[in-house]
């Protein structure tokens, strides 16, 4: 069957010419080439992240399970009685094959957090003055900095489950009590009492 196109069947159509005199294209594709440095650059640029409050601020977003290091260790001051907890953390963490750096360089806390968080570890352990009376450390989570406090000899499989994708940061929350003042921290338990 055939079928003929007449002139009522097309629209009219115009013909005109259009300069362009400068058009600016921004590419929105990868490469897809295969080649580890590529990936490894792309899946480094898409979990570069920077904190909100502050721009100066920039974390590691990478999930738990592909982090090289899992958690740190971090005691709140360099006193001798912090030693024997952060061995047993750290012991117990390379037990459960959870990867894990003790941080207890002479800065701020919170200036190691960030440290950590820039090299993208997800979960860190903070040995406090509470740790000594009420044997339970602070749990703090990368990514929301949201902090729980956990039994001393339970953080490592929490921090195991939460590694392994097992468990998640909520359910977690659930179970254990959120940490939320930090003014307590900084003091020893005769200078909190006598405030």
């Not at 002479?106 to 997800?122: H, K, L, M, N």
């Not at 003055?129 to 339970?154: G, I």
Request: glycine share 2%; aromatic share 6%; charged share 25%.
């Amino acid at each position: 069957k055939s079928f003929t196109v007449t002139s009522e069947h097309i629209p009219s159509v115009n013909r005109f010419q259009k300069e362009i005199y400068d058009e600016k294209v921004f590419p929105h594709v990868i490469e897809p080439s295969f080649g580890i440095s590529r990936i490894i650059h792309a899946l480094l640029e898409q979990n570069f992240q920077t904190r909100p409050e502050d721009a100066q601020r920039t974390w590691l977003s990478l999930p738990a399970v592909v982090c090289p290091v899992k958690c740190a260790v971090l005691p709140l001051s360099n006193k001798d009685e912090f030693t024997p907890i952060i061995r047993q953390i750290s012991e117990e963490l390379t037990d459960l094959n959870v990867s894990n750096l003790i941080e207890d360089s002479s800065c701020s806390i919170g200036r190691r957090y960030a440290r950590t968080d820039e090299i993208g570890v997800p979960f860190g352990v903070t040995v406090d003055f509470a740790s000594l009376t009420a044997n339970t450390v602070t749990l703090r989570e990368r990514n929301t900095t949201k902090q729980l406090r956990v039994p001393t000899d339970k953080v490592a499989e929490v921090v195991d489950l939460l590694c392994r994708c097992r468990r998640t940061w909520q359910e977690m929350s659930a179970q254990y009590p959120e940490h939320t003042t930090q003014e307590e921290e900084g003091k020893s338990p005769a200078a909190a009492s006598s405030t």
